[in-house]
């Protein structure tokens, strides 16, 4: 059964920091992996989609990449602000029509 | 606005009172799903909707009802329930299944006594 983990579970940088957010696949058959950002109360927000013919994709000081040889991504945070604070989460699908989250790695930037 | 919407986003019940959860998208989107989120478990798929009148089972289904009469709506049903359904439920949606971004709703807090 697919299983995904994120390492940390939580983090504490102070502003400005560059940070790297890991994500783990038990399957390495990932067929497209989103991340997404939640604030407390709210739902999820999209962040980045690596489709099945991706390796890598970039939103602004957002990169997120997967190498599908070992089934792990990784989502890099570039010059971290305050308004970064949230869980971050990512999830697979492994061409079954499932969706299967990570529990999430909450983030707090220090101003 | 493009969006998912969730009602009620709070809710109290007792156990055996049967509930229904409506969710409702606006961007013709085919792909439409339902998650629990507990604490330490994450986001689980309940059930999933790949197109109108085709739904199917996620990872815990049990004590769950859903159907896709229009595109646009995706109701979740819990005909009978018991506390170990307390929990915070998205709903989401997406273009298709593959390649394509998933839309959530704000969630609905149920507790049930």
């Known amino acids: 059964k697919q299983e995904v983990t994120q390492i940390p579970a939580a983090l504490s940088v102070p502003e400005g920091e560059n940070l790297v957010l890991n994500c783990s696949f038990t399957?390495?058959?990932?067929?497209?992996l989103q991340w997404f950002r939640q604030d407390p109360g709210k739902g999820l927000t999209s962040l980045l989609l690596?489709?099945?013919?991706?390796r890598e994709q970039t939103s602004g000081r957002l990169n997120a990449s997967l190498d599908k040889s070992s089934g792990r991504s990784t989502l890099y945070i570039a010059a971290s602000q305050p308004g970064d604070s949230a869980t971050y989460l990512c999830?697979?699908?492994?061409?079954?029509?499932?969706?299967?989250f990570g529990t999430g790695t909450r983030l707090k930037v220090l101003a | 606005e493009a969006q998912v919407t969730q009602n009620p986003r709070y809710l109290i019940t007792v156990t055996g009172k049967k509930l229904t959860v409506t969710c409702s998208q606006n961007m013709n989107h085919e792909y439409m799903s339902w998650y629990r989120q507990d604490p330490g478990l994450g986001l689980r798929q309940i059930y999933y909707?790949?197109?109108?009148?085709?739904?199917d089972k996620g990872d815990v289904p049990e004590g769950y009802k859903v159907s896709r009469k229009e595109k646009r709506n995706f109701p979740l049903i819990l005909e009978s329930p018991s506390p170990n359904q307390t929990s915070l439920y998205f709903c989401a949606s997406s273009l298709g299944m593959m390649n394509q971004p998933q839309h959530f709703g704000d969630g609905t807090r149920l507790s049930i006594l």
């Open positions: 909707s790949m197109n109108v009148e085709v739904t």
């Open positions: 399957d390495s058959a990932i067929y497209n």
């Open positions: 690596i489709q099945s013919s991706q």
């Open positions: 999830a697979g699908d492994s061409g079954t029509y499932k969706y299967i």
